[in-house]
């Protein structure tokens, strides 16, 4: 199964744009948000032209097909990650809000005095590591700050990786949750999720996973991995933004109390108190992003005619040789693993004498779009001894001559700033 | 080229060789400020003395009160180490009325979408800043310094009014 990168490009209409002074744009910021294929921007524009209703409660025609287009997607994401069925499929707006729904709902099985796997006090611990995105971590501190629970971590190898050394003092019977991400968004890192699924399991603790990075670029499959809630977002899949997904084991749902209130996630509602819809309604408060998950839909399809194998290897050859260009380059220090080997698609990196800042201006002179900072992990970047990165992440559409003008942009800047010169 | 309009010669050589660079003792406040956008700070100092007289230039609060020393440590991009520069030249010396004056033309240029017209009787060096204002990314890392001597100069005042 081989990609066709000049096909896939003709289907994105952004890749045609010329940027300042006439030159064609290389993109290379997808693990920020993925750009979106003309069958994504159809699908969002055919929803409001043609069968734009609320759903679940209006009783006409229009109404009938929102929700059939909207339970749809639901159950396309079911089928893209291996749920057990639709009910496991939460949608939220992103996966913010996705790590924040489990961090709220085990906050409020505290605050009832609930007993059981959700409910965290003194003495009970949360286990991320110091490789997550702040959407990883904040939710999991303000929790810990709420409860009385401690949080706890795992740090980072030098090389990048997750320093799994201390696990047994990590993981105990003191341990409720561990929240890991699959992929690093930084260093690209590949986590090793079913060992330490099995890991918190034999300890009784949950495992939550971040996915964000991973279930655009890789057949994830929520059983294989042993996860026992997994998140994501649309936009950095080819589908739209405002819509991000929570899965989970349904049993946990059920057993979960819900996060937001509001129209739709009710059962009765009565002055004094109310009960709720079954999972997956129970966390769906308001209006949804109907639209968006209709597009995400899409999206979906459309990353399975592509075919994920055929992408995940198609980027594996692209990281590659992006490994190998940056390697050539003098006072370039790549963060995170150096061979391509359970590591995805995004590569960040320093450049002596040459901020990120200024490195992704000069890339952006000649139409490179990458992103210069802390990309949402400052921990990360402190553990690995740096203030900021630059950071280059590719996707299905990015081909190998634009590899290529990276590394001689990167050149560019180098000369620019008159490194190791004036 | 853009480029250049950006980074002028004059940023890059602050940049490549910073002015009043380093924490320097005494000092009557030290701030630090981030961006969070992108993880760059400053420590910044002030040190302020009480001028011999009034030098008849100017009037009003800090008139009297001289900015004797600027010491900071700056992490971040060139525009932002060589604004930290920029700013201690122009700033250290003068009564903290005037560098409140300065402070508040430079920000007028940075919000002025590239249409500002700098003054570099007032401005110094600092004109060289003006491309900066036509990038709204980086209009942040051209503020830090200032922001962080504003609020450094503002608590050094605090401490320093006559008993």
Redesign the interface.
């Known amino acids: 199964m081989t990609l066709d990168v000049a096909r896939i490009r003709k289907d994105f209409p952004i890749l045609e744009r010329q940027m ?2 006439g030159q064609p744009l290389v993109y290379l910021d997808s693990a920020n948000t993925s750009q979106k294929p003309r069958q994504v921007l159809d699908a969002l524009a055919d929803f409001y032209e043609r069968h734009n209703a609320n759903i679940h409660r209006a009783t006409h025609q229009l109404g009938e097909e929102a929700t059939a287009a909207y339970e749809g997607a639901r159950a396309s994401v079911a089928g893209f990650i291996g749920a057990a069925g639709p009910a496991e499929v939460v949608f939220t707006k992103n996966i913010s809000e996705a790590i924040n729904l489990v961090a709220y709902a085990m906050g409020n099985a505290s605050a009832a005095g609930q007993s059981g796997r959700f409910t965290l006090g003194p003495g009970d611990e949360i286990v991320i590591s110091e490789m997550e995105h702040h959407s990883n971590i904040v939710p999991w501190q303000l929790l810990c700050q709420r409860t009385g629970a401690a949080l706890r971590w795992f740090g980072v190898t030098p090389e990048g990786r997750l320093d799994t050394s201390g696990i047994d003092g990590l993981i105990t019977e003191r341990t409720k949750l561990v929240a890991l991400a699959h992929q690093s968004n930084v260093l690209g890192t590949i986590n090793p999720i079913r060992e330490l699924a099995d890991r918190a399991h034999a300890a009784g603790a949950l495992l939550l996973v971040d996915a964000a990075q991973s279930v655009p670029h890789m057949p994830v499959d929520v059983a294989a991995l042993g996860a026992d809630f997994l998140g994501f977002t649309g936009h950095k899949m080819c589908g739209p933004t405002g819509i991000g997904v929570l899965w989970g084991r349904r049993e946990l749902l059920e057993e979960m109390p819900p996060f937001l209130g509001g129209g739709e996630m009710i059962e009765t509602v009565w002055m004094e108190r109310s009960t709720f819809a079954p999972p997956p309604h129970k966390f769906e408060a308001g209006t949804m992003p109907i639209a968006e998950a209709a597009a995400l839909a899409a999206a979906i399809g459309y990353l399975g005619e592509v075919g994920l194998p055929a992408l995940r290897e198609y980027e594996h050859g692209l990281i590659t040789h992006a490994l190998e260009a940056l390697r050539g380059i003098g006072g370039l220090r790549i963060l995170g693993p150096a061979e391509p080997v359970d590591r995805g698609a995004a590569i960040s990196f320093t450049v002596e004498g040459v ?4 490195m992704s ?2 890339l952006d ?1 000649h139409g490179i779009a990458v992103r ?3 990309h949402c992990a ?1 921990p990360l ?1 402190r553990a690995m001894g740096v ?2 990165s630059t950071r280059a992440s590719f996707y299905l559409y990015n081909t190998h001559e634009e590899v290529d003008a990276l590394a001689e942009g990167i050149r560019e800047a180098q000369r ?3 490194v190791g010169g ?1 | 080229m853009r480029l250049e309009s950006l980074y002028q010669e004059i940023i890059l050589d602050h940049y490549r060789r910073p002015h009043h660079a380093g924490l320097r003792e005494p000092f009557d406040a030290e701030v630090r400020h981030v961006n969070p956008v992108c993880g760059d700070e400053v420590t910044l100092r002030v040190t302020l003395k009480d001028s011999d007289a009034g030098n008849g230039r100017g009037g009003g609060a800090g008139a009297s009160t001289v900015v004797a020393d600027v010491s900071y440590d700056a992490l971040g991009c060139s525009i932002s180490q060589a604004s930290a520069s920029v700013l201690s030249d122009l700033v250290i010396g003068r009564p903290v009325s005037e560098g409140m004056q300065i402070g508040d033309e430079f920000l007028a240029l940075m919000q002025s979408q590239g249409e500002g017209e700098p003054d570099d009787d007032v401005l110094g060096d600092a004109v060289a800043f003006a491309g900066v204002s036509k990038y709204p990314a980086r209009i942040k890392c051209a503020l830090l310094a200032w922001m962080a001597w504003k609020d450094a100069t503002a608590q050094a005042m605090g401490e320093h009014e006559p008993a």
């Open positions: 300042r002074g901020h990120p800042h200024d201006q000069v002179e210069a900072g802390h400052w970047h203030q900021a620019f700033f008159a004036g």
